[in-house]
């Protein structure tokens, strides 16, 4: 059974390798369900890691669906990976309704090869999983990164279980994977499980301090983006 780490720094790094994971899935902010990581952790967890590494492309938060501005930053990502050594990478588009962007998804699996391509947790917001995933398969896609549409893989078990005895890809279970029901991903057929062991350390005191998260930005169907006009306004206010 492998087991993949999400891996949001180079502690994390450390301590998946050191607990003998098979292999991690870099990425930073897994608050908002993970975005691309900086080039200095990546090129540090290189250095240090002995295990394979895949790297999450998602160059922000929120929905699927990239602008043309975007999509470029998402293979200056790959080629940059591919550069740095890593073993897999980790991404995918949807169109507006929800669907499988074919053409943009198959753009970026040419452009990771001969890198491992994951299929990410996106898959979960597909209207027909069982179309997707044959799509998938025939682009070349290894594996598909899913909790089978529930909101923990535990929930979602009987999907898995019958999306793997339709696909030849890895369907690999991720969402609240956990020591207490790993061994039921097993049972089923399963041959890979992701999860990221998350505990949490370094505390601060931070009563009577303002918050620096920003809740506005915390929404997945827009994305958040500088507006021109009100940066002109701002600017001609103080010139």
Known sequence: MLVEVCANSLESALNAQKARADRIEL???????????????????????QIPIHVLIRPRSA?????????????ADIVQCKKAGVQGIVSGVLLKDGTLDVERTQELVNLAKPLHF????????????LVALAKLEAMGVDTVL????????????NHLEAWQQQTSMTIMAGGGVAP??????????LSAIHCSGTSFGNPVDLE??????????????????TNEAVVRRIVQAVK
């Open 146 to 157: 899913t909790s089978g549409g529930e909101t923990s893989a535990e929930k979602g078990i």
């Open 27 to 49: 990425c930073s902010e897994l608050g908002v369900g993970g975005v691309t990581p900086s080039h200095g952790l990546l090129e540090l967890v290189k250095q240090n890691l």
């Open 208 to 225: 009577g301090k303002i918050s620096m998260n920003s809740s506005k930005h915390l929404v997945e169907d827009e994305v958040a983006v």
């Open 118 to 129: 994951t299929f990410h947790r996106a898959f979960e917001w597909i209207p027909d999983p």
């Open 180 to 189: 207490q029901n790993a061994p039921m991903f097993k049972a089923i057929g």
């Open 63 to 75: 929905h699927f669906t990239y602008s043309d501005a975007e999509f470029e930053v998402m293979k």
